[in-house]
């Protein structure tokens, strides 16, 4: 069982940066990648990165690539989304998953999920 718990969200202007943090606890042993996912009200949960826990490679979604950095600390299990040049459309809350699966987008191999941080963003 591994629980995920997401910090760092808040309310910004565009352009703005934000920091979003992903705290482990539980078992990990098994851990392939972790992700980030945001959703909003009426829209699906849209994918943002992800990252393969073993050699730190790093993948992004088109409409964040340049702007987000994802990042983890093997030895603390922590995995970060360090968020800059923020925009109105990137406004959601935020999840970071674990996959045993994939280290890449598909959201259906992600099985663990932290319960969300809202980041919103103003013009």
């Known amino acids: 069982q591994v629980d995920l718990v997401e910090s760092g969200g808040g309310s910004v202007q565009a352009g703005d940066s934000l920091r979003l943090s992903c705290t482990t606890s539980?078992?990990?042993?098994?851990?392939?990648?972790m992700g980030w996912f945001r959703q909003t009200p009426g829209k699906e949960r849209e994918y943002v990165g992800s990252i393969h826990w073993l050699t730190g490679r790093t993948f992004y979604a088109d409409a964040v690539r340049g702007r987000f950095t994802i990042s983890r600390d093997s030895a603390t299990k922590m995995l970060y989304l360090q968020m800059n040049s923020l925009k109105p459309e990137d406004t959601g809350v935020y999840y970071c998953?674990?996959?045993?699966?994939?280290?890449?987008?598909?959201?259906?191999?992600?099985?663990?999920w932290g319960q969300g941080t809202q980041v919103t963003v103003y013009s």
């Open positions: 998953a674990e996959s045993r699966l994939t280290f890449k987008d598909d959201s259906d191999e992600y099985d663990a």
């Open positions: 539980g078992r990990t042993m098994s851990r392939l990648g």
